[in-house]
């Protein structure tokens, strides 16, 4: 069945460019039915959507981060990757990725979602 | 952005019970209503989708109903398994949105 695996630094100093791979296994990112997400979680707190990508590469950012997030696909790879620039201490969050089963422009449910990674922005 | 409210915030309730959750969009969504189970140190999993469907293999004990701006999710019997915090998301938008969640604890 799919899985999304996270991976990247579990560290990054403020104002530091946060980096993240999503690794999509067991079916194709290149599916012209989903779209590919990023969601993040504070320690103790609620789900924050980052953002979204298609294989084409059309994105949708959330308003609160669109200025300091990028998010790119790598269909030959079969990764997407999520940048977050001059990150601040509340950024630590656990991020997850997700696949977005979509009707259309990205608009749908998160499933199946990776196994997440703590991110802490510290010096 | 489209805000989502859940309600309680918080539940104590005892194995056998039933229990609903509510969610509120701050305009109407349709059904685009998605709910999620999450356990500690777990990621989130889906269990219903388009405010009613319920997820291939999730207990036929979870419902959800709803439409417009007013949603919620019913568990008819409590299992020991189904404590945990439960988020609602709309997909109305293409900014999508979660409520803070309600966290179902023990009795």
């Known amino acids: 069945q799919l899985q999304l695996q996270e991976s990247g630094p579990g560290l990054v100093k403020p104002s530091e460019t946060l980096s993240l791979t999503c690794t999509v296994s067991?079916?194709?990112?290149?599916?012209?039915?989903?779209?590919w997400g990023w969601i993040r979680q504070p320690p103790g707190k609620g789900l924050e959507w980052i953002g979204s990508?298609?294989?084409?590469?059309?994105?949708y950012y959330n308003p609160s981060l669109k200025s300091r997030v990028t998010i790119s696909v790598d269909t030959s790879k079969n990764q997407f990757s999520l940048k977050l620039s001059s990150v601040t201490a509340a950024d630590t969050a656990v991020y997850y990725c997700?696949?977005?089963?979509?009707?259309?422009?990205?608009?749908?449910?998160?499933?199946?979602w990776g196994q997440g990674t703590l991110v802490t922005v510290s010096s | 952005d489209i805000q989502m409210t859940q309600s309680p915030s918080s539940l104590s309730a005892s194995v056998g019970d039933r229990v609903t959750i509510t969610c509120r969009a701050s305009?109407?969504?349709?059904?685009?209503l998605n709910w999620y189970q999450q356990k500690p140190g777990k990621a989130p999993k889906l269990l219903i989708y388009?405010?009613?469907s319920l997820q291939s293999g999730v207990p036929s004990r979870f419902s959800g109903s709803g439409s417009g701006t007013d949603f919620t999710l019913t568990i008819s019997s409590l299992q020991p398994e189904d404590f945990a915090t439960y988020y609602c998301?709309?997909?109305?938008?293409?900014?999508?949105?979660f409520g803070q969640g309600t966290r179902l604890e023990i009795k």
């Open positions: 997700a696949r977005i089963i979509t009707m259309v422009r990205g608009q749908g449910w998160f499933d199946p």
């Open positions: 305009q109407s969504i349709s059904s685009y």
């Open positions: 067991g079916g194709s990112i290149s599916s012209s039915s989903y779209y």
């Open positions: 990508i298609y294989y084409s590469g059309s994105t």
């Open positions: 998301q709309q997909s109305y938008s293409t900014s999508l949105t």
């Open positions: 388009a405010a009613s």
